[in-house]
Every structure is written in C-alpha cells, then in structure tokens.
C-alpha cells in the first residue's frame, strides 16, 4: 500500500489587534474604496506586544492543535516553520517553536520562499512522510508581517498582516491526502518584490536604515502581472495533471494576496466563488500563514475525500499548486 502525507489536524493563531482601512486613512494618502477595490481588503492583524512575534504566534497554533489532537509534544518528530520574518537571523524559528511547545523530540528547520513558503514546506514534508522516517511532523506558516512593513508607504502599508497557522501531517494508507504537487522558482523576478537590506549583501548600516531597506520593496504592478497568470496556470495543470473536472474540485486554497488575482485563478479553473477559500478581507496577506488559516477556518465545512487545490504565487517568484484529498 502506497503511503501518503495525510492532513490530520489544523489549527491557527492570529492577534486581537484590528487594523481597518478606516485607521489607515489616517497614517497614508488613501481610502477605503480604493484598497477594498484594488485588493479585497477590509482589515489585517498586527501583532502589537514587542516582545513577541512569530515564533510565539506559531507556537500558539502548535498549542492549540496538539490539544485540539489531545497529543503530547514529546510524540511531535519534525517541525517545520515557513516564514519570511524569523525571530532572529539564526536560530531557525522551528528550532525557538519546538523549545516553546516541549517538542523536545523534534528537529526543525525554517524555509523561506516569501508567499510560497508555506506550499513549498508542505511539498518538503510529504517527502519525509512518504518515505516511511517520519510519522508527525508540524508544518506552521506564520509570518509577523508589520515588523518588514513600512507604514509610511501607502503601497504596501495596506496590503500585510500578521498571524500563523499550523497544520499536523501524518502517513496514511487509505488513498487520502497529498496526491500531487508542482513548484515553481523563477529568480530573475527577485527585483520587483524584496527586502533591500540586512542580508550579506547589505548588512544593516546606518544607511540602509536611514534609507528605509528593511522594508518590503514591491512593483506591485509588476508582480500582479505574473501572479495572475501564473497562480491560474499552476491551478490549472493540477487539475489536468490528475483529471479533475470543475466539478470534482471541492475547494480552491489560494493564495491571499489581492483578491483579483484570486478570482481569476477560480475563473481559469471553472469554479464558482462559494468553492473558494477567501478570509483576505479580514486579514489581509498574511505571507506565510494565508493557506493553514484558510483551512483552520474552513476545516468544519471539510468532508474526507474532498478534492482541494491549494496554489500560491510570491516573490522570487515563486509559485507552486498541490492537489490534496481531505483526510478527515
Ligand atoms: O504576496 C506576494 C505577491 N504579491 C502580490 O501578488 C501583489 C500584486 N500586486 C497587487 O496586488 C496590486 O498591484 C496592488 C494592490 C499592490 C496595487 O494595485 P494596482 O491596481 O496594481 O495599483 P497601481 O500600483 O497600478 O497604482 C494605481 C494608482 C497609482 O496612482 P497613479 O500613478 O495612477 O496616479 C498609485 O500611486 O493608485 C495609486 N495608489 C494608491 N492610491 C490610494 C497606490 N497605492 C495606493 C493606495 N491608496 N494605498
């Protein structure tokens, strides 16, 4: 019997704190209905307490699922963090967040791949689950997206939030789980979607602060281009890939990054809005954490045997689609 990397469990953390457009008004030149028209986006989370930040917000995921799961941290073998906002350079953040949660038996690692983070560590996952030497492995998006915002800039100030998701993946025989998954990298678009400095390239100076670099830089024209067109491609070579008809097709897990982008992968694949997970209007792009929120949030709704395409385009770019059957 062939194994596969089973969804188990889901759970997700986001802050009390609401930034509404109403309040951004007041720090940038611009208006409701120009970011509800543009983006979707009505409101996004921010974390506020400086002491804390997304090793906490993905440790409070992890929390809440392994009591969800009455399971003990000790039985945890893996833990995996996608994120574009480390607590620090290095330790890795999945190192902070087994510490945080007594996995004490868990190694860990972070991967970074901006909005794609999350899809490429569930893809890395599956191939520790598939292979028989891992049995439960925490894969958490989770992403303190204010701490890289400038919100003097009225480009991007309007289009982050911060919150973390997690979701628990387990072996299983009975035909469900991650069925097929297709990445994509393509670095020649590095310069239109990045963080300046604090790198090796441009480790932090006195200018580079002066200069605003650590800050999301984005063309977001540019960037919209391409994620259009690809975030729609990828969804639809899943489909083909493992002929699925519309109908077949349960849910849509797409990325949270402007709403428009999201109907027309949805309209590339046939499908009708009600099939398509969509929170972006509540929180905004939550980078790393946009597709375990969006299935915390829908998990109720979620039948065994359910066909879902998850897809997600970020800088790099990156972008990439995986074709799941729900496993419980
Ligand atoms: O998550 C990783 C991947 N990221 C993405 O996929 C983001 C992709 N990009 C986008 O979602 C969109 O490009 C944005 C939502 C960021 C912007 O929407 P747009 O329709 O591409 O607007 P634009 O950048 O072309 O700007 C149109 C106008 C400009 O004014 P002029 O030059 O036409 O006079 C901007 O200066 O809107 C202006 N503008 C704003 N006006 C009010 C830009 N930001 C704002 C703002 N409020 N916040």
Not at 12 to 36: F, G
Not at 234 to 243: G, Q
């Amino acid at each position: 019997m062939k194994i596969t990397a089973a969804i188990t469990a889901v759970s997700a953390y986001v802050p009390d704190y609401i930034l509404n457009n109403q309040e951004l008004e007041k720090m940038v030149d611009t208006n409701n209905e120009w970011i509800m028209s543009r983006s979707g986006i009505s409101e996004r989370r921010i974390l506020k307490d400086k002491d804390k930040a997304t090793a906490f917000m993905a440790a409070e995921a992890a929390k809440k699922l392994l009591e969800k799961k009455n399971l003990s941290p000790l039985e945890i073998d893996l833990t995996i963090v996608a994120t574009v906002t480390p607590d620090h350079q290095y330790p890795a953040t999945a190192n902070i967040v087994s510490d945080m949660i007594g996995a004490t038996n868990a190694w860990g690692f972070d991967i970074q791949a901006a909005c794609s983070s999350f899809i490429y560590a569930l893809t890395a996952a599956t191939k520790f689950i598939e292979t028989g030497t891992h049995k439960k492995i925490l894969v958490i998006g989770s992403d303190k997206m204010s701490s890289i915002v400038d919100y003097t800039d009225r480009k991007t100030s309007i289009l982050f939030g911060d919150g973390a998701g997690v979701v628990l993946l387990e072996p299983t025989t009975d035909g469900t789980g991650i069925i097929d998954s297709k990445m994509y990298s393509d670095g020649s678009g590095k310069k239109y979607l990045y963080q300046p400095a604090g790198g090796s390239l441009f480790p932090p100076t006195v200018e580079t602060i002066a200069n605003k670099q650590h800050f999301v830089e984005m063309d977001g024209q540019a960037v919209f281009k391409v994620a259009v067109i690809k975030m729609a491609d990828v969804a639809a070579e899943m489909m083909e890939r493992n002929h699925l008809k519309a109908e077949d097709v349960a849910y849509l897990v797409p990325h949270q990054a402007n709403k428009r982008i999201i109907d027309a992968t949805a309209n590339r694949m046939g499908i009708s809005m009600d099939k398509v997970m969509l929170n972006i209007q509540k929180y905004g792009n939550t980078t790393s954490a946009t597709l375990p929120l969006c299935l915390a949030e829908w998990e109720h709704l979620l039948k065994k045997g359910d066909n879902l395409i998850l897809t997600t385009f970020g800088a790099g770019f990156t972008w990439g689609g995986i074709y799941l059957k729900w496993s419980y």
